[in-house]
């Protein structure tokens, strides 16, 4: 069992920066993918971005390339997201997961073991 906690939300201005971390509890956090994904009020949840299980790949959506960067400590159970020159159309409830078997990692959140609760990112204009 993993249980995952998101903090780092707020609200910024465009062309602003956030970090968020994912804390997750349990001694097996280096064997999970972990992705971050977000949801818009009234669209579907859907990929941000993943790191492999070591940190030494990383797969991201087209619209957040080269803005966004996934990283992870193991050492520390922590997964982030540094969000760099932020958009309105970033503003969405963001949420980590956690898949254990998977590489290159899956868009669907169905593939997904475990969930955080969110954590709001409102980026005004």
């Known amino acids: 069992q993993v249980q995952l906690v998101e903090s780092g939300g707020g609200l910024v201005q465009a062309g602003g920066s956030l970090r968020l971390s994912c804390a997750a509890s349990?001694?097996?956090?280096?064997?999970?993918?972990m992705a971050w994904f977000r949801q818009a009020p009234g669209k579907e949840r859907e990929f941000v971005a993943a790191?492999?299980?070591?940190?030494?790949?990383?797969v991201y959506a087209d619209s957040v390339k080269g803005r966004f960067t996934i990283s992870r400590d193991n050492a520390e159970n922590t997964v982030y997201l540094q969000m760099n020159s932020l958009k309105p159309e970033d503003t969405a409830v963001y949420y980590c997961?956690?898949?254990?078997?998977?590489?290159?990692?899956?868009?669907?959140?169905?593939?997904?073991?475990?969930w955080g609760q969110g954590t709001q990112v409102t980026v005004s204009s």
């Open positions: 790191v492999s299980w070591s940190g030494g790949r990383t």
């Open positions: 349990g001694r097996t956090f280096s064997m999970y993918v």
């Open positions: 997961a956690a898949d254990r078997s998977r590489w290159p990692p899956s868009p669907l959140i169905s593939e997904y073991d475990y």
